[in-house]
């Protein structure tokens, strides 16, 4: 049973362009959640999501940061016009059911803004 | 809001050395505890759980109580291994409506372990 996949795993690019994320989450698991890892600071969370549903952005930034997971694909964090701040670690993770149900983590994307 | 407080790092061991990482908590009701582990360059993985007060979530050697006296989940295992170097993750996710579905993490815990 395949675990969360994220890609691509690295990704740089320079400040003013898009950096787009992609998130398939395991087999079964209809809830996605993305965190962000900033350097020197701790996992904080972003944004919950089952399929079409945005269900909890709390913790996305209200601008250039939006996130989507279709019907159909992976889950994209999409951010646009990227910032130097903006270089980090982003973690997905899925869950079977939502409401304290256990996440289960991808590897991350590393990003990395010049 | 829910907060995760953890036990300032980095901390070195030398092999076979007993090892608790503090952990306490606030939040409203009762929370599910986590501890997950980051190995360098890769994803957190979890390492062990509790769902409610008094349970104990053991894994690989490692062992944590839910305790609610105490609002603690304390990271222990007996005889550490040179494998077990990683960054250690206690978190939770509350019961109230809002934040029952997003996990709040501590800052984490450097763990180094010495041949």
């Known amino acids: 049973n395949a675990g969360v996949m994220q890609n691509p795993r690295h990704l740089v690019r320079r400040r003013g362009q898009e950096a787009r994320l992609r998130c398939s989450p395991m087999?079964?698991?209809?809830?996605v959640y993305w965190y962000r890892q900033l350097p020197e600071e701790g996992l904080k969370f972003m944004v919950y999501?089952?399929?079409?549903?945005?269900?909890?952005e709390s913790g996305m930034p209200k601008e250039r940061f939006s996130a989507e997971f279709p019907k159909e694909g992976p889950s994209i964090l999409r951010i646009q016009q990227v910032v130097r701040g903006d270089s980090a670690a982003y973690f997905c993770?899925?869950?079977?059911?939502?409401?304290?149900?256990?996440?289960?983590f991808g590897p991350g994307t590393r990003l990395l803004v010049l | 809001g829910n907060s995760v407080t953890q036990m300032e790092g980095p901390v070195t061991l030398s092999e076979e050395a007993f090892l608790t990482i503090n952990c306490t908590y606030t939040?409203?009701?009762?929370?599910?505890l986590f501890w997950y582990v980051q190995y360098p360059g890769e994803g957190l993985q979890l390492l062990l759980k509790?769902?409610?007060?008094?349970d104990k979530g053991s894994n690989k050697g490692f062992e944590a109580t839910y305790r609610k006296e105490t609002t603690s989940f304390h990271l222990e295992k007996g005889s550490v291994q040179v494998s077990d170097s990683a960054v250690y993750f206690c978190?939770?996710?509350?019961?109230?409506?809002?934040?029952?579905?997003?996990?709040?993490f501590g800052s984490g815990t450097q763990l180094t372990v010495l041949p």
């Open positions: 993770a899925s869950s079977l059911r939502g409401d304290q149900e256990t996440q289960y």
């Open positions: 087999k079964g698991h209809s809830h």
């Open positions: 999501l089952q399929k079409e549903n945005i269900i909890d």
């Open positions: 939040a409203t009701g009762y929370p599910s």
């Open positions: 509790a769902t409610k007060a008094d």
């Open positions: 978190a939770l996710i509350g019961r109230s409506s809002g934040s029952a579905r997003q996990l709040t």
